[in-house]
């Protein structure tokens, strides 16, 4: 019984993570942050450390889906879609011919490949990468976290500011709506190939914005991520870290989810906000930091 109660918040940590990964094996699903954060709270009552866990990636999570909740809005609140800008930028970059259709007919053969399923992994890694690495600049580096959390902060909302103003469709939908020759959304069939669910959770509950392709979001993240890498870990680390945001570009443009207009417009929005980020930190609260640090 004393056991028991010296291990018990360790014993409901590794019980918790156990669930977690055997339902995620038996059904597997998008990793969004409210998973997420409940998956990290047993993993860290293991090391007894759930509650200084939480005062630092809550606050960011929060961040997080209410960004995914404002973004869920912005299609509604402005209703002019923009269908040309970007695929107009890529034809004018690659001689009338979209970069999609390119890498379409190049690896595209009817059915998932494998290479489609390693392509589409870094794309899974939306939420993982940017959480993973405030765990570990906050474990390793941690006079720098709330810059890191700032970047990310700032990043997703000026993404939403944007998708208010400019509404523009992924290479995906203006294929559909006969606005650009045919353009596969690759990443249905590997989605549908991995045989990922929508598992329910509060993410998931948030309505998606189909309209919200400028700038790709996903290449901001990956390049803000390698940005930190080079800056904190050094070069060794950065280069290889690398292999994620190339990843990302080649796989959102491949699978018919961006043009390269919207990568190399999160390319852009990634450095502003990591360039901008040290300004936010430095004005944070006091009581704030004293309060979740």
């Known amino acids: 019984m004393e056991k028991i109660k010296q291990y018990g918040e360790q014993i409901v940590g590794v019980l918790g993570t156990l669930f977690c990964v055997i339902t995620f094996i038996h059904t597997p699903s998008f990793p969004t942050p409210d998973k997420l954060i409940i998956f990290l709270l047993f993993v860290f009552m293991v090391l007894k450390q759930a509650v200084p866990m939480l005062k630092r990636l809550l606050p960011f999570v929060l961040i997080i889906l209410a960004y995914e909740s404002f ?10 879609i923009n269908y040309t800008l970007a695929p107009n930028f890529d034809k004018f970059l690659f001689g009338g011919k979209l970069p999609a259709q390119y890498l379409q007919q190049w690896l595209w053969r009817g059915h998932t490949s494998w290479y489609d399923v390693v392509l589409y992994i870094p794309y899974l890694l939306f939420f993982i990468i940017p959480l993973g690495l405030a765990i570990l600049v906050w474990k390793t ?21 944007t998708f208010l103003i400019f509404p523009a469709a992924p290479p995906w939908l203006a294929a ?16 549908a190939s991995m045989g990922i669910h929508d598992f329910p959770s509060v993410y998931n509950h948030i309505a998606a914005n189909p309209v919200a392709a400028v700038p790709s979001l996903h290449s901001a993240c990956s390049t803000l991520f390698s940005i930190f890498i080079f800056k904190l870990y050094g070069k060794k680390w950065g280069a290889l870290s690398l292999l994620y945001p190339v990843l990302i570009y080649i796989g959102v443009v491949y699978e018919g989810e961006h043009y390269l207009f919207d990568v190399i417009s999160g390319i852009l929005y990634a450095v502003a906000a990591y360039k901008t980020a040290p300004y936010l930190a430095a004005k944070m609260p006091t009581t704030w930091k004293r309060l979740l640090g």
């Open 141 to 161: 580096k941690d006079k720098y976290y709330w810059e890191v959390v700032g970047a990310y902060s700032l990043l997703f909302f000026a993404a939403f500011a």
């Open 71 to 80: 973004r869920s809005l912005a299609d509604k609140l402005n209703s002019h």
């Open 176 to 191: 559909q709506n006969h606005y650009i020759p045919d353009v596969i959304r690759v990443s249905s069939y590997v989605w």
